[in-house]
């Protein structure tokens, strides 16, 4: 089904390790990338398991943006100018 919406690229991936963190099944997840046919935009889909310590960071890490404007502002700043200068390498761009 993802296939037919533009999602060509699937990987199992680990995760950036935070520092003292050594268990890659906690840190895997499914990586998808590709572009819409309809509507010509690139999107990545990270998929994690439920409970596994990427996910709880991921909700930790949006939870703060959510909660410190500032440092929202200033992340988007950042994914902006990734964005610029990382135009067709998603890799560099995460």
């Known amino acids: ?3 037919a919406h ?3 690229q699937a990987s199992i991936r680990v995760d950036h390790l935070p520092p003292n963190e ?3 099944q906690e840190w895997t ?3 998808l990338a590709g572009v819409h046919p309809h509507w010509q935009f690139k999107a990545n889909i990270h998929m994690r398991k439920v409970g ?3 996910y709880n960071y991921a ?3 949006r ?3 959510r909660n410190n404007g500032e440092a929202a502002i200033a992340y988007s700043k950042l994914k902006q100018i990734l964005a ?3 135009h067709h390498d998603r890799d560099a761009y995460c």
């Open 59 to 61: 909700l930790l890490f």
């Open 84 to 86: 610029k200068h990382t």
């Open 52 to 54: 596994a310590k990427n």
């Open 63 to 65: 939870d703060y943006l």
């Open 6 to 8: 533009g999602f060509q």
């Open 29 to 31: 997840q499914l990586y």
């Open 22 to 24: 050594f268990d890659e």
């Open 1 to 3: 089904m993802l296939r």
